[in-house]
């Protein structure tokens, strides 16, 4: 653990990637297999299932610092983070460090807990709190409560196995995904010359296209010229619908059927019927698509999608209603072969015969729950910018452009693979609310909630994250504190008076809300201090764009 | 919470006593100014006289010029303002840092004690005078870190930790570049290092006069050279250099690849806020008390109201009522606006101190070092 504990120090304490990997490296090269394993494990971002709730940690800390329950609670809000509180409150200076293995710690000693009662683990986590130095209390607590982030990418862990095992980085991406279990076998299987027979379930890193904005030499992404002079010919592109579904990964392989969603989760459960149409593609295949709600008069909104996310079973009611399917946009396996190098061009054509043989072995009527994602074919830029104008209509996003030559890459491919997405909604609403972030933010005020005009009263409609700058969140910050009218716990309600312009994707009715309506993706533009509160949109203002939304609308 | 005639109030242009006709640490004109201590957002230049401790007297006019009337006052000794008689005493915060201790001499209420902290620390320092606990019926405190999570390791124990990151850069022929404020933290840490080392440390042009000062006052510190700007040959792989943090992140740096930096300071106890600055490494050291500090302190005073100035004040109020004592925030109306144009460094500092995520020194240091003449790429605009 002592190794382990000085490598999450070292990540930490260093802004540079190179240390990071080198720091990294060294640890790979005397890590015990075992230890090894675990370490991979938590520093791809994996985490075991909490073990103690937060409100017994709480409760326990209280009862040790012998400090009053209102004044950890103000000293958690003020450091953002629990396992860090704990650490800073409970730990002195110069206690030991004791001598137990990373992989001993979570076996023998954290894995454990689960099943004892909740007295048995208070003595037992406390114990641990008590004896350790600030640095392994901190990381314990942090695997006790699931998640240890790092500041270190999937992309530089594989860069430092990779360094490790002396084998390209791109293998250990690809072993690294999917479902494993952290034990000596992985990771010498993960550092091995060959892994021999490929992890039969495994998908592959999935490639993701970057911002048209971002393009060298454009500056808005709006404006057809631009664009042109930018990419060139259209013709040398494949231009597709930009979706609206979960990103995920159908792999058929030895007679078995995979579904994985761009988190690394198998997600054939809560999607049966896609899962059903992978069972019947020719073994040795992988595509990359998206799940979409579809019934027979075409995509429904994303709101219907999200009635099945987070089910891990769906009954037949919802089934009916919200029927699913596989929209292919690439095929990267087949035959068993990993053909993610040869052209976009080659891998579409495959991919449509692929599932054109696929339909036709569908008896009449049968819903045809794989299909494959719409070419959008226009002779110039103009016309696919005004075919992209009218994405809301279908409900979609904008569009995709792929370069006709570009191979299945890896991560985010600038160059190759752009979105061009439309502008999205902006409302001007006023700011309620604001809370404390976490990790980084902790301590700053960058969680806010913004409000629009229904009558005479603002009420709140969507809580925004991020889209300031460094300056303007410490600016606003130093407002806040200033301008708190009251606090609820770590919440506080601010005078009204600044106005934000937000952003934001989709807009749906919603019961849940206070409002009646939920907004996807609220993020802010930028601070309109031009503005005063009575400039602020209203809320019928904002419910107007659903209809503008064209619920329903059919795009197939 | 307010009590009549109070013997020190906070006002909009800093904390008056009209019994003495003078206020303490004013950011308004004013006749009579009696400053604690030499930081910005305490010593500002908007009196007409102003009595400070003898050893701040040299800091106060490098900081606030020359053509102002400064007084110096000995430790302890008695000045009679009006109806009060006034006294310094060490602070422990920085060089001539004090509390001003204020007695009433006249009316029903003679011989009440009031006495104001200023900034203050009770860890030992060996670039200032030790913190002198002062008795009083009414303490006014700061209270920049007053959470349990505060609590501070010896001065020595961090100097350690600084001198084994200089010899890890040492080794690995990078810079080590450390920020802290540029009075006072940076002195403390050139004393605290000669317990390791006789090497000389390069000094950012905004830290290097200051560091001259102390010399003259007689503190033991490290060798120093200002940092050349004009000669771009010095090769600073494996040295140590001192700078505000307003030069972090600026075209100053440029000269210092591949450096290594660090940043001192009290809010780098908090991991969230050594992270959000990008620094390599967050020393732990402060020159305010810690929360053991703040409360050993309050207890000793043997007050029976105590009044907070500025820092996380809300929390340690209402610990210190529930644990009967008669507490309350001195309310600051001078914060109350942003737009307002006058925004003081005070003000800033004020803001800064209750926020973690701005340090009150970074914010008070940027505003109140100009650049040297001649420094065409100085970075110390905020």
Known sequence: ?556 | MARPDPLIDATDRGLVCRAGGFTIDPWKPVDVSLVTHAHADHARPVAKVTYAAHSSIPLLRKRLGEHLELRGVDWGEPLAFGDTTVSFHPAGHVLGSAQIRVERTAGERAGEVWVFTGDFKRDPDPSCEAFELVTCDTFITEATFALPVYRWQPGEVVAREIFDWWQLMKASERPAVLFGYSLGKAQRVLAELTRFTDEPVYLHGAVYPLTELYRQAGIHMLPTLPIDLADRKVDYRGRLIVAPPGASGSSWMRRFPHASTGFCSGWMRVRGNRRRRGYDRGFVLSDHADWPGLLRTIEQTGATRVLTTHGQASSLVRLLRERGVDAAELSTRYSADDSETDDTAQDAAQDAAQDAAADPETVADTAAAPPPAGTSDHATQP
């Open chain 1, 1 to 556: 653990m002592y190794a382990f504990s000085r490598l999450y120090q070292t990540l930490d304490q260093t802004t540079s990637t190179n240390a990071k990997v080198a720091a990294m490296v060294d640890y790979f090269r005397d890590a015990d297999p075992r230890d090894a394993a675990w370490a991979v494990y938590f520093l791809s971002g994996r985490r075991i299932k909490r073990l103690v709730g937060s409100a017994l940690l709480r409760q326990w800390l209280t009862e040790l610092s012998e400090l009053p329950g209102w004044l950890v609670e103000d000293t958690y809000a003020s450091v953002g983070d629990m396992a860090e509180t704990i650490a800073l409150l409970l730990t002195r200076a110069g206690d030991s460090a004791e001598q137990l293995s990373l992989a001993e710690w979570v076996e023998t000693r954290l894995l454990p807990l689960r099943g004892l009662d909740a007295s048995e683990q208070r003595a037992i986590v406390t114990g641990w709190w008590a004896g350790q130095s600030y640095e392994q209390c901190y990381i314990v607590t942090k695997l006790l409560t699931g998640s240890l982030r790092v500041g270190v990418s999937q992309v530089l862990l594989a860069r430092a196995i990779a360094q490790t095992a002396e084998l390209p980085r791109q293998s250990i991406l690809h072993r690294l995904m999917g479902e494993w279990q952290a034990t000596p076998a992985f990771y010498r299987a993960l550092i091995a010359e060959d892994d021999g027979e490929a992890a039969l379930s495994r998908p592959y890193p999935f490639c993701l296209a970057a911002p048209l904005d971002d393009a060298p030499g454009l500056d808005a992404a709006d404006d057809a010229q631009q664009v042109a002079a930018a990419l060139g010919s259209p013709h040398d592109w494949q231009a597709e619908w930009k979706w609206d579904g979960i990103r995920s990964q159908l792999v058929r392989r030895q007679g078995q059927t995979f579904l994985w969603s761009r988190g690394e989760e198998l997600i054939g459960t809560r999607f049966p019927e896609v899962a059903t149409t992978g069972d019947e593609l020719p073994d040795g295949c992988v595509l990359d698509g998206e799940i979409l709600p579809w019934n027979e008069a075409g995509i429904l909104p994303f709101a219907q999608l999200q009635r099945r996310i987070g089910r891990k079973t769906v009954g037949r009611k919802l089934l009916g209603e919200v029927p699913c399917v596989f929209l292919a946009y690439d095929l990267l396996e087949q035959d068993g072969e990993d053909i993610r190098e040869r052209p976009m061009r080659e891998r579409r054509e495959r991919l449509e015969a692929l599932v054109a043989a696929h339909r036709a072995t569908l008896a009449d009527g049968a819903a045809h729950t794989l299909r494959v994602s719409e070419r959008v074919i226009a002779d110039d830029w103009a016309s696919l910018a005004t075919l992209r104008a009218g994405s809301r209509e279908r409900l979609v996003e904008g569009l995709m452009l792929k370069r006709q030559d570009s191979a299945y890459g890896t991560g985010r491919q600038r160059g190759l693979w752009w979105k061009w997405k439309i502008e999205p909604h902006t409302v001007d609403a006023v700011m309620l609310y604001a809370q404390a972030g976490h990790g980084r933010r902790s301590n700053l005020f960058t969680d806010y909630t913004f409000g629009v005009w229904d009558g005479d009263t603002l009420v709140p409609f969507a809580k925004a994250y991020s889209g300031l700058n460094n300056k303007e969140i410490d600016r606003l910050d130093k407002w806040i504190r200033r301008n708190t009218i009251e606090r609820f716990g770590p919440v506080r309600s601010v005078a009204l008076e600044q106005v934000f312009e937000l952003a934001f994707e989709g807009i749906n009715r919603s019961t849940r809300h206070k409002s009646g309506i939920a907004v996807r993706f609220p993020r802010i533009v930028r601070w309109r201090e031009d503005l005063g509160t009575e400039d602020a949109d209203t809320l019928d203002d904002v419910k107007r764009l659903i209809e503008d939304g064209g619920e329903g609308a059919n795009a197939s």
